[in-house]
């Protein structure tokens, strides 16, 4: 008998964590929150006592509660420094917003200190029950998990995704037999837009915008969605100043020491022969009085280096923003695709600057979701980390699938 206890990512995106109990092993696959709260919210406490924590990826969706935990905590290589500078981050802007998080920077050191490094396609024991990392595809690092005991076989997706991007590998998938699959949901409603046009589109409205002297400012996630749009443009040619700003910069550094996760080895150091670094304020001012293009965070718009341009450029009708996914409700970047204000605690400023949501999301997406359950015909699935899970589990049950959508009222089960 196998208890499955889902402790987040019910019916949302966010705080990701699911209690997995063999009944000789208790094993937690991911700990995360929901960042765009403010605090941040976290998955349902849980009160036994640990044989492995086994981290899907490093985004604070699925590790930002990680300090909390105690045991040892599996996860690919590169993942724990990604983890680590996510984590500190963390503390730092929760720290701008007047909120204190359950753990310090003491904690996050202790917690990395407790990392064991895996490998794609490597099996290993926890006990009784086998452990596998697959190659998720969603950014560098990240991992389905499957785990074998009492004869069946469960598979943890993660976050994943199935077509090629310019940083990782063209997806292909080695998994075993399943029984059992704990699916995400992100785009199961939604479609994504052809990669291809959205490169285009993106090198179009960044030509245009500085062909009448304007600045263009896109904004995109830390580790993944900046340094994939960094490899798109210098794939359709670099000639006018590119700059890098916020986070962005360190996690492209941790990439560049672990070269062995991305399809091109050599790509981001390439391009970072092409670009700059900003690294003050006073270098913000200055790049600005003349056209460029300036990639920064937040993804969502909801602090960071992105601020401090908006406010010089929000009145500026010749400049660009350009938003490089999807972005949740509740969030700024949200409420300015739908208000055209720009709200931040008691920043509101009313944006003359074209703005466009440009779509080059690491996640699969909905048809896919549906070949992907196909093919692997389990007996059971989970739905999981997204906002329409139970009319996802209901699509799939008309399929023939026996769906679940777990909820809080509803989060335990066995097989």
Known sequence: MIRLTFLGALSEVGRSGLLVDTGTEKLLLDYGTKVKEVPPLYPIPYEVELDGILLSHSHLDHSGAIPITSGPIYAMAVTRPLTELLLLDSIKVAREDMVWLPFSRSDVR???????????????????????????????????????????????????????????????????????????????????????????????????????????????????????VLLVLDAYGIDYPVYVDGMAKQVIS????????LKDPESLERVLKKV????????????????CVVLTTSGFLAGG???????KLYHDRNSTLILAGWQIEGTPGKT????????????????????????FSAHVGRNDLFHFIKKLNPERVYCVHGDHTEEFASELRDEGFDATAPVISNRTFVI
């Open 110 to 228: 202790k917690a990395i200190q407790r990392f064991i490094p895996v490998k794609y396609g490597h099996s290993f024991k926890i006990g009784q029950t086998k452990v596998t990392f697959h190659d998720a595809f969603h950014i560098p690092g990240s991992a389905m998990i499957s785990l074998t005991c009492q004869g069946k076989t469960l598979l943890y997706t993660g976050d994943f995704n199935t077509i090629p991007t310019r940083l990782l590998r063209k997806p292909k998938f080695d998994l075993p037999s399943i029984d059992v699959l704990i699916i995400e949901s992100t785009y199961a409603q939604r479609e994504h837009a052809n990669r291809q046009d959205q490169e285009k589109l993106l090198v179009r409205i960044i030509e245009d915008t500085l062909a009448i002297d304007g600045k263009v400012i896109i904004a995109g996630f830390a580790v993944g969605r900046i340094q994939e």
């Open 305 to 311: 280096a992105v601020v401090s341009y908006l406010k």
């Open 276 to 291: 700059k670094y900003v690294k003050k304020e006073t270098t913000r001012k200055k790049i600005l009085r003349n056209p």
């Open 254 to 261: 941790i990439l560049n020491r672990h070269k062995a996760f």
């Open 336 to 359: 300015l695709l739908e208000t055209g204000k720009y709200v931040l605690e008691d920043l509101s400023l009313e944006v003359r600057m074209f703005v466009k949501r440009l779509d």
